[in-house]
């Protein structure tokens, strides 16, 4: 399994092979507030770096969550649309959002990484 | 217009409040907590809400200022007793609603807690009924202070002694570190509970004290919540001035007497909606699923027609799913209608349910 990656959307990534996981940041999750839906993409659709493809609302507002890379979807995490709040505890980890076949690695590498985003969120606070 | 604030700004600040800009005010959204657990310690302990934001509207004179009062409120001003609270509105000459507001019978006059974004006009639209010789303040020295919830009253009669006499929609004159405060037993959540009229020099004294009795603070993300689980509008989203009370379902709250005799703006438009019903009326409404329904959601009937619009939606603590409340075509809107609600392009079913959507009994 490869570093993990971020992009200036407060999405991470995870790669393994040329299959990606997406979930959203703990920071993003910390902005939200409680979250209360999730709408995942179901497989088969093809989704565009930087192209809308996932939902979270929390009690305040809806937010798109967007693919940092272009492919298309093999699963939606459907345990998180049934326990909304479960992003809200394990963000990072087991309330990923989907998992994608990449098209272009270079996509993947061009992200942030742990440090670099970190010095994202302190210098655009929001 | 430069941003205000209100006397407990700083304070706050120091329970560590996301601000957000409401009606001209930076206003607390949500405290560390975030507004679900906010929303929960107001339901099962106690919470309390800075709402000095809104309009504290005191008038005085003698018994031509009910007649001049009773042009544009529809409640029985005549036979409201002193230190009684009525939920009423301003209307406008086609019976829509300016604002609506709790007035409360004083010994001099009446006082009126009116809605922040509106209380410049509402003034404006008030005084146009007023003669020469009615006196009228909005104070601004004075905080206003909601506190809610079950613990509630077991918390202020320890601060405030006397305050568990007082009924639902009724106030009275109380003393407290030396100086004179009101305090009215009303609320916006579904919770028995009180706001108190407090100068802003006492105002950080009164909440360090709820604060010691483990009073959380509660931001106007979990108000929001609160009070759209108890079925009430919000002015601005479920209430305009195109909006009359029979639409809003809130013919209620028009007084039995005024009625029938009328002599308040709108009264012809409202007359008529009384006898006949009108087109459309906001209904209670439950998304079948987790989806939740946001303000500006269209609604469609099960044939898939356009049959009205959400005004206000969230995802309810206590209920655990997503509520709203919306206008439909008035013969829509019998509890259990299927509906389809559309959410992001796509249609997702739900109900028109009953209001509120959480219930607790109010001390009477």
């Known amino acids: ?12 990534v995870l ?96 992200l942030m990484s742990k440090d670099e985003y970190d010095k994202f969120c302190k210098e655009n606070p929001s | 217009m430069e941003v205000q ?6 304070y706050h600040k120091n329970l560590g409040a996301k601000f957000v800009p409401f009606a001209g005010y930076e206003m607390p959204i949500q405290y560390k907590d975030g507004i679900v657990k906010e929303h929960i310690s107001t339901r099962t302990h106690a919470g309390f809400f800075d709402v000095s934001h809104m309009g504290q509207f005191f008038l005085e004179g003698d018994e031509t200022l009910i007649e001049s009062l009773e042009k544009i409120i529809p409640a029985d001003l005549k036979n409201l007793k002193v230190n009684h609270s009525k939920y009423s509105f301003l209307l406008n000459n086609e019976g829509g609603i300016i604002d609506d ?178 087109e459309k009326i906001r209904v209670g409404i439950k998304p079948d699923g987790k989806v939740i329904a946001r303000e500006n959601t269209k609604i469609f009937s099960s044939d898939n027609n356009e049959i009205g619009f959400v005004t206000s939606g969230t995802f309810g603590p206590s209920v655990n799913a997503p509520v709203a409340m919306g206008y439909v075509k008035s013969e829509f809107s019998e509890v259990g209608t299927t509906i389809q609600l559309e959410v992001r392009g796509k249609k997702y079913g739900g109900k028109i349910s009953e209001l509120p959507f959480y219930k607790k009994s109010y001390v009477k």
């Open chain 1, 1 to 12: 399994m490869s570093e993990k990656k971020f992009s200036k959307k407060h999405e991470w």
């Open chain 1, 15 to 110: 790669l393994d092979g040329d299959v990606a996981t997406v979930g959203i940041t703990k920071h993003a999750t910390e902005m939200l507030g409680d979250i209360v839906f999730v709408e995942v993409p179901d497989a088969g659709k093809a989704v565009e770096k930087e192209g809308q493809a996932a939902v979270v609302e929390s009690t305040k507002a809806a937010s798109d969550v967007y693919s940092p890379i272009s492919g298309e979807i093999t699963e939606g995490n459907k345990a998180i649309a049934d326990d909304p709040g479960s992003v809200n505890t394990d963000p990072e980890g087991a309330s990923w959002f989907f998992k994608l076949k990449i098209k272009d690695k270079g996509e993947y590498d061009s």
């Open chain 2, 5 to 10: 604030k209100t006397a407990l700004y700083n």
């Open chain 2, 101 to 278: 507001l709790i007035i409360t019978r004083t010994e001099k006059g009446f006082c009126i807690i009116l809605n922040a974004a509106c209380k410049e006009n509402d003034i404006k639209q008030i005084s146009q009924f007023l003669k020469k010789h009615h006196k009228h303040l909005l104070n601004n020295d004075l905080s206003l202070i909601a506190l809610q919830g079950p613990k509630s009253v077991e918390i202020l009669e320890k601060l405030i002694p006397g305050v568990t006499n007082l009924k639902f929609m009724t106030g009275n004159n109380f003393e407290y570190e030396s100086e004179n405060l009101y305090v009215t037993r009303s609320g916006y959540t579904g919770e028995d509970g009180f706001e108190i009229s407090i100068s802003n020099t006492k105002v950080e004294k009164l909440i360090d004290n709820l604060i010691s009795n483990d009073v959380k603070p509660i931001g106007l993300g979990a108000r929001d919540t609160l009070r759209l689980e108890a079925g009430l509008c919000l002015y601005g989203h479920d209430l305009n001035e195109k909006i009359n009370p029979v639409e809003a379902n809130l013919k209620w709250a028009i007084a039995k007497k005024r009625k029938e005799v009328g002599g308040f703006n709108g009264w012809e438009k409202i007359k008529n909606l009384l006898a006949n019903g009108s």
